[in-house]
């Protein structure tokens, strides 16, 4: 990306705790552990002003632990009423959206997708194809991100899993409902 800022590379070894399957997790981080599992570039403004916006490319790769595809980390915003959008490039994918009260919506993306996460929305990509998954993403520049939401949860409500034919939702057995108050605080972060 011309005139990109920062870019980010995320191994198979540091999505430890993501996947539900950690035995399959464990086996393949000790075969490809050192292996990509997505990158990001962007660009970053130099000062941080609600006006301006982040944009750049993320590139997952395929693969799949136990019945998961490969996913990234996932996160909502800091400023939880700023929304972002994807724009697929290349590859088949699910932008898995979860509410913090665990209300989902997977949407599926191909190339010349367009998906908008609306403000208060939990976010992840989920590589459902055979060859790397890339999206264009903008977001509000002071909009920050949160990882530890779905980590504190045992990961989002429902997983993204391989059905024999594509991809189906399932209950995530490991996921922990956000109390009212968990959830009161991050609509609260929005006024």
């Known amino acids: 990306m011309s005139g990109g800022t920062g ?75 700023r929304p972002e959008i994807y724009f697929c490039q290349s590859g088949r994918g699910v932008l898995h959206m979860e509410l913090p009260n665990g209300e989902t919506r997977p949407a599926e993306m191909s190339p010349g997708t367009v998906v908008y996460v609306p403000p208060f929305w ?15 993403f903008c977001y509000p520049a002071d909009a920050g991100q949160d990882y530890d939401i779905i980590a504190r949860a045992g990961g989002m409500r429902t997983l993204i899993v391989a059905d024999g034919a594509g991809w189906r939702e399932v209950d995530n057995p490991r996921y922990r409902p956000r109390s009212d108050a968990e959830q009161g605080r991050y609509l609260e972060a929005a006024r």
Do not use: C, W
């Open 122 to 136: 939990i976010h992840r990509s989920v590589n459902i194809g055979e060859e790397p998954l890339v999206t264009f």
């Open 7 to 81: 870019a980010k590379k995320s191994l198979i070894r540091d999505l430890a705790g993501v996947f539900a399957d950690d035995a399959a997790f464990t086996r393949l981080a000790a075969e490809r552990g050192d292996e990509t599992a997505y990158g990001v570039d962007e660009f970053r403004p130099d000062r941080v002003v609600p006006q301006d916006l982040i944009f750049g490319t993320s590139t997952l790769n395929p693969g799949k632990i136990g019945e998961e595809f490969f996913m990234t980390r996932g996160h909502i915003h800091v400023n939880t009423d």
